[in-house]
Nanobody
C-alpha cells in the first residue's frame, strides 16, 4: 500500500522560507515521478513542481526561481524548498506520486498547510 506523508507546513512571514518533505512507502520510489500540488480556498488544485526519476524538473511559472524540488532516493523522500514566500503561496500543499511527467499520479498525501502572513 502506497503512503505519502507530508510535513513542514507552517505559518511564515512574507519573504520567508520553508522546506516541505514527503516521505513515501509501499512503492519503488526511485522509479516514481514525484510532484507537489497546492490548493488554496476556492481554487482548483494546481501543479507547483514535478521531478522525474532522472531528476528532470518542471515548475509552475508562479514559483520559478523561488521554489526548488529535489529528491533523495536513499530516504524515499521528496522535498520542496520554498524561498521568498508570498501571501499568494498560502495553500494546502499535497505530495503526489505517479509514473508519467505531465499527469497527476494516483497517489496523494494528506496535505500540509502553508500560510504566508504577517
Amino acid at each position: 500500500q502506497v503512503q505519502l506523508v507530508e510535513s513542514g507546513g507552517d505559518l511564515v512571514q512574507p519573504g520567508g522560507s520553508l522546506r516541505l518533505s514527503c516521505a513515501a512507502s509501499g512503492m519503488i520510489f526511485s522509479r516514481a515521478v514525484m510532484a507537489w500540488y497546492r490548493q488554496a480556498p476556492g481554487n482548483q488544485r494546481e501543479l507547483v513542481a514535478v521531478i522525474s526519476s532522472s531528476s528532470t524538473r518542471n515548475y509552475a511559472d508562479s514559483v520559478k526561481g523561488r521554489f526548488t524540488i529535489s529528491r533523495d532516493n536513499a530516504k524515499n523522500t521528496v522535498y520542496l524548498q520554498m524561498n521568498s514566500l508570498k501571501s499568494e503561496d498560502t495553500a494546502v500543499y499535497y505530495c503526489n506520486a505517479g509514473m508519467t511527467m505531465g499527469l497527476a499520479g494516483p497517489y496523494w498525501g494528506q496535505g500540509t498547510q502553508v500560510t504566508v502572513s504577517s
